[in-house]
């Protein structure tokens, strides 16, 4: 068994992190939502019409998810793919990085083609909160793009490990 190299090590560790800290705001907004439909509830019992607590709760709803799903990809439990059985994490095949290039490009393409449409629905207002649909559109294309952005990362690992493979034992690094 070879030990990890460094590179890698410090890869994986700044994707934990980035997974706990996405992962603690998806847990944040969780919250939220739970103590605005508590609210809305509450107020409905006393005979009161809070009409902003649905559009809030939807706006944290969308962000969660998007947090959520960043957190996910971190872990690598969003977007995994293993055609022949759970391979080796530190062993990548050809076909490991083949798959997390179309992945970075998948990504890529969506974010990319994704960000004009926050600037169409900059004009729709919500009806009682001073913001637009534009806020929800961006927490996707951010929340995909930052996947984008994890799976770079988890490329970067593999062609470490992949060139540490292929790289003669006495050669030079």
């Known amino acids: 068994m070879h030990a990890i190299p460094a590179a890698v090590r410090r890869l994986r560790g700044l994707r934990a992190l980035l997974g706990h800290v996405f992962g603690l705001g998806a847990g944040l907004a969780a919250f939220l939502i739970t103590t605005l439909l508590l609210g809305l509830v509450i107020g409905r019992a006393l005979g009161l019409n809070i009409v902003w607590i649905p559009e809030a709760t939807r706006i944290v709803l969308i962000w969660g998810v998007a947090l959520g799903a960043i957190s996910a990809s971190c872990s690598r439990e969003h977007f995994r793919l293993e055609m022949f059985g759970a391979g080796d994490e530190n062993r990548p095949t050809l ?67 992949l060139r540490r493979r292929f790289t003669p034992a006495g050669a030079s690094r």
Do not use: K, W
Request: charged share 5%.
């Open 95 to 161: 076909f490991d990085i083949v798959r997390t290039a179309v992945a970075v490009l998948l990504f890529g393409y969506v974010a990319l083609g994704g960000y004009p449409t926050i600037a169409s629905t900059a004009m729709q207002a919500f009806a009682s909160i001073p913001l637009s649909y534009s806020v929800m559109r961006f927490a996707v294309v951010a929340g995909i793009g930052a996947m984008a952005v994890v799976e770079c990362l988890i490329l970067a690992e593999q062609l470490v490990l």
